[in-house]
């Protein structure tokens, strides 16, 4: 099994407004670090020709996603606490609202399966419905790929 997680933030501004140009210029570093980690798999990309092009989505105009494939916890755990990427979360608040409502999931997948968008958001909403639980989870309350649940409409979505 591979983890797939997802998080959201809301932009204090347009993504080419000058007060998100730092967050900006450090997309390409903190990309390139992740997709060279160890036990990184997949991530959503715009484009493959721009490293700073943020994904286009139909869940609002300053949604900033990130939505990527992970061989394990731990693997996902070091990249996010453990390697420069750790310096930009700090600064989040710099870029980022602040929401009362979870804005990251995780969950176990098939290895071999790249999750759409749609089934993350689905786990999201899943999660701030019913709390953690097998089929959305956290970093504070995981479970085990061992448990992995699969939620109707996103099992409908991979036929």
């Known amino acids: 099994m591979h983890l797939a997680q997802l998080n959201v933030a809301h932009l204090r501004a347009p993504i ?16 390139a670090l992740a997709d060279a980690a160890p036990g990184f798999v997949w991530r959503l990309k715009e484009s493959d020709e721009d490293p ?24 996902l755990w070091n990249f996010v606490y453990r390697s420069a990427h750790l310096g930009v979360l700090r600064r989040r608040r710099e ?21 759409a968008l749609a089934e993350a958001m689905e786990r999201l909403e899943h999660l701030k419905a019913e709390g953690p639980g097998p089929a959305a989870f956290t970093f504070q309350e995981p479970y085990d790929s061992n448990e992995a649940v ?8 991979r036929k």
Do not use: C, K, Q
Request: net charge negative.
């Open 52 to 75: 700073t092009a943020t994904v286009v989505h139909d869940y609002g105009d300053h949604l900033l996603v990130n939505f990527s494939v992970w061989e394990s916890i731990e693997e």
């Open 16 to 31: 080419d407004a000058p007060e998100l140009a730092t967050f900006v210029e450090l997309l390409e570093p903190i990309n």
């Open 95 to 115: 870029w980022f609202l602040r929401v009362a409502e979870p804005y990251t999931v995780m969950w176990w997948i098939p290895e071999g399966t790249i999750p």
């Open 150 to 157: 699969y939620l109707p409409a996103a099992a409908e979505a």
